[in-house]
């Protein structure tokens, strides 16, 4: 059966920046099986079987993979941009006093007792937060705000 998709001849950078990739234990690991799955498409193997090499469930993926790298070359290999969990809550969603009111609570010192620290972290100020005013505020937010504010 013919690939839907056939792999184009890759240039001697492309091939070593590949087999680079496919090795590397620093990289993240769906570049690392995207970069496995182009080889395996490149020494002769089916999608199917290049899928299953690389770890994937469908030869579609590959297929995919591949007309990618046909167009776009290594730019193929990392995660498209907007995928992944979307943040909640933006600084932007709270008002200037809210923002006010958790930088003040940074600049206070902590109470041993009632808020369990003798210096804030960012999941401390949190918890603070959330007991007074802020109840769905994250830690995150609040390096955010803490960020902004310099």
């Known amino acids: ?3 839907a998709h056939p792999l184009r001849v890759m240039t001697p950078e492309e091939e070593r920046a590949v087999q680079r990739t496919a090795k590397a234990t620093s990289e993240r690991v ?16 089916s999608s199917t ?7 994937y469930q469908s030869g579609d993926s590959i297929s995919q993979l591949v007309e990618r790298f046909n167009q776009r070359g290594l730019a193929a290999l990392p995660i498209a941009g907007g995928r992944g969990r979307k943040a909640q809550y933006t600084t932007a969603q709270y008002t200037t006093a809210q923002r006010e009111r958790i930088l003040s609570e940074v600049q206070r010192v902590p109470d041993r007792q009632a808020d369990g620290a003798a210096a804030w972290s960012l999941k401390t100020l949190e ?21 902004e504010a310099g």
């Open 1 to 3: 059966m013919k690939a």
């Open 127 to 147: 918890r603070a937060r959330r007991r007074e005013a802020l109840p769905r505020v994250s830690a995150s937010t609040i390096g955010a705000v803490l960020l």
């Open 30 to 45: 769906d570049v690392v099986q995207r970069a496995r799955a182009l080889l395996a498409v490149q020494a002769g193997q």
């Open 49 to 55: 079987q290049a899928a299953g090499e690389a770890g």
